[in-house]
């Protein structure tokens, strides 16, 4: 069964603006973390956010984590084409050492 | 690094013969994970190796299917018999600590199967 949630399922902007994706999951957490997959290719991590942290970056990311709320936001900040693709989150349980994936938001950016 | 390395990249087979999936993971990695990606289910976590030892197999969907890891720097899955609702992509991952708590995995770039 699916952990993560993330919402929008399908989201497309025009480059240039934010995308914004939002996770939700279900039980007590110890780390997320999101992937971006391409159509047709093998995931590639992005950022891992710990329970102990509220926000992290990378470049043009952006993740909030609140763990009152069991949700997390990636937000893409000045997109371009090149960011279409599928985005997943993933947490790990406490107390157990693997990750269950989300069921991906669909992010498609217009040139 | 050549990344995770999975093998064969396709693969089209009768209903029920035997499947055998391929992974070599990171060097240095020490933990393996098999996921399985339909539309229907999207990503499923099948079984994790620590260290070569199967950890947590309980994704296994049926005894049709196994997990081996002989070694640190390679893993299959096997399907015997194979069914048509085993198509799906396989996806290898591999990562340096126990459940990438401090890494990401690193993913290999899949098998799709489609069994006929």
């Known amino acids: 069964s699916q952990q993560g949630e993330e919402d929008p399922q399908a989201l497309s902007i025009q480059e240039g603006e934010n995308a914004t994706m939002n996770c939700s999951y279900k039980?007590?957490?110890?780390?997320l973390q999101w992937y971006r997959q391409n159509s047709g290719r093998g995931l590639v991590h992005l950022i891992l956010?710990?329970?102990?942290?509220r926000e992290k970056h990378s470049g043009r990311l952006r993740v909030t984590l609140d763990t009152s709320k069991k949700s997390s936001s990636l937000l893409i900040t000045a997109s371009r084409a090149a960011d279409t693709a599928s985005y997943f989150c993933?947490?790990?349980?406490?107390?157990?050492?693997?990750?269950?994936f989300g069921t991906g938001t669909r992010l498609k950016v217009l040139a | 690094d050549a990344g995770v390395i999975q093998s064969p990249r396709h693969e089209v087979t009768e209903m029920g013969q035997e499947v055998t999936l391929r992974c070599k993971p990171i060097?240095?990695?020490?933990?393996l994970f098999w996921y399985r990606q339909t539309m229907m289910r999207g990503l499923e976590l099948l079984i994790y190796?620590?260290?070569?030892?199967?950890?947590?197999d309980s994704g296994m969907p049926e005894d049709r299917f196994s997990a081996k890891m002989p070694n640190a720097s390679f893993s299959t899955l096997k399907i015997q018999p194979s069914e048509p609702r085993d198509s799906a992509v396989y996806f290898c991952?591999?990562?340096?600590?126990?459940?990438?708590?401090?890494?990401?995995?690193?993913f290999g770039s899949g098998t799709r199967l489609t069994v006929v």
């Open positions: 956010i710990r329970s102990n942290e």
């Open positions: 993933a947490t790990d349980t406490s107390g157990t050492y693997k990750y269950i």
């Open positions: 190796f620590n260290n070569n030892v199967p950890i947590d």
């Open positions: 991952a591999s990562s340096l600590v126990p459940g990438g708590s401090n890494y990401g995995y690193t």
């Open positions: 039980t007590s957490i110890n780390n």
């Open positions: 060097s240095g990695h020490n933990s």
